[in-house]
């Protein structure tokens, strides 16, 4: 490698890509004492106990082995039936459900397998980070939309319609939304659905908080006529199961779609982990009390701590899913990664500036509120001392 470092072998793309702005806050405050986390999303549950037990048996019995490239078919299965029962969304379970490393692999392969250069991928922004990075790497082109707090952080098809151009291909959407528990009704999906089947765009509907509504039933966009054959939808386990170790996530959409991921996941993934498709299918037969729960433990959660920030002065939209708050600190003079910073040297509270969620994001910041409520209240008590130092 005379006259050459092992950097300039490097792809340009991955060498440009840009770290996890939500880990880089992590990464910083790991080792620190009495420091309070609501920077990771992650339920403070643990797996529930019926679902640990039946993957302990799993092992005793020796289930250590690969599954079917596509995943176990008692838990397609599964899948399938749990979101006929729970969203009216019908797939077969034998060529339109693919199960994968989590839902963030689902992501990656539905992209994979949709993009060609110079594509251009639309997607509302704040909004979970990995879609853009991944697009680039494809040779994707990037098309952000901003989304605002005036508007409860819904995509609008006038804002949709204004960004749309010949290479327009793929609408990659989040609802609920991380980072700002955004949601979109049915009639919110209307139009976008109308300007989806007018423009022949795919859709990637990342819908991993569907369980994680408060106050009104998940709709997705699958749901609407003419939508269900280019909508690809995928969610997992992680968040409202607690089982963001496990590694599940699926897919589900058109076959023809289905089976060019598959071919990607055989090459790459070979399979989802056994043990994490058994605690997957174990939480859909016998886990959905423990998941309810869960969830009206969120909601409570949610409630005290998003009053708090507002009796604290920081201004926050109602979040209606997901288990994020985005308060807004553009009234204390401070910019989101000067006040994140600030917070955890000072306060010791890790949160994420919103300006690495994209357009729109700056001037807030993202506050998990899936941790216990003795952590929240004392997060809120660091906080609210914070900002009276301002």
């Not at 528990?181 to 991993?208: C, F």
Request: a negative charge; hydrophobic letters at 40%; glycine letters at 10%.
């Amino acid at each position: 490698m005379s006259g050459t470092t092992l950097t300039d072998f490097l792809s340009p793309a991955a060498r440009t890509m840009q770290p996890s702005g939500i880990r880089r806050y992590f990464d910083y405050a790991a080792g620190r004492k009495d420091v309070i986390s609501l920077g990771v999303g992650e339920p403070d549950f643990v797996t529930p106990k019926v679902v640990r037990d039946a993957c302990i048996a799993a092992i005793e019995q020796g289930r250590t082995t690969y599954t079917p490239n596509a995943g176990l078919p008692e838990l397609r299965e599964a899948i399938a039936g749990y979101l006929d029962a729970s969203f009216g969304l019908k797939y077969d379970p034998a060529d339109e459900v693919l199960v994968t490393n989590g839902s963030s692999e689902a992501i990656d392969l539905a992209l994979r397998a949709l993009i060609s250069p110079g594509d251009e991928i639309l997607f509302p922004e704040p909004c979970f980070i990995a879609y853009s990075p991944i697009a680039a790497l494809l040779g994707g082109v990037t098309v952000p939309i901003e989304t605002t707090a005036d508007n409860r952080f819904k995509l609008t098809a006038e804002s949709l319609r204004a960004k749309l151009t010949p290479r327009s291909k793929l609408l990659v959407v989040s609802y609920p939304n991380n980072p700002t528990g955004g949601i979109m009704t049915r009639e919110d999906w209307i139009p976008i659905a109308e300007l989806a089947i007018a423009h022949n765009l795919v859709v990637i509907s990342d819908e991993i908080y569907a369980e994680l509504t408060f106050g009104s039933k998940h709709e997705s966009i699958a749901e609407l006529p003419g939508m269900r054959e280019r909508t690809l939808l995928i969610s997992g386990f992680s968040k409202a199961f607690a089982m963001t170790g496990w590694r599940v996530g699926y897919a589900c959409g058109p076959g023809e779609l289905i089976a060019v991921m598959l071919k990607i996941h055989q090459y790459t993934a070979t399979c989802a982990p056994i043990i994490g498709q058994i605690a997957g299918l174990e939480s859909l037969v016998n886990g959905l009390d423990e998941k309810d729960r869960m969830v009206e433990s969120y909601d409570r959660r949610r409630r005290f701590f998003v009053s708090g920030l507002r009796e604290i002065g920081l201004p926050c939209h109602e979040p209606l899913g997901s288990f994020y708050a985005f308060p807004s600190i553009a009234d204390t003079g401070l910019g989101s990664d000067e006040f994140v910073t600030r917070l955890l040297d000072e306060a010791g509270v890790v949160t994420v500036p919103g300006h690495v969620f994209g357009l729109g994001g700056e001037g807030f910041i993202r506050c998990c509120y899936a941790a216990a409520q003795s952590q929240l209240e004392a997060a809120l008590e660091r906080i609210y001392s914070f900002v009276r130092t301002l």
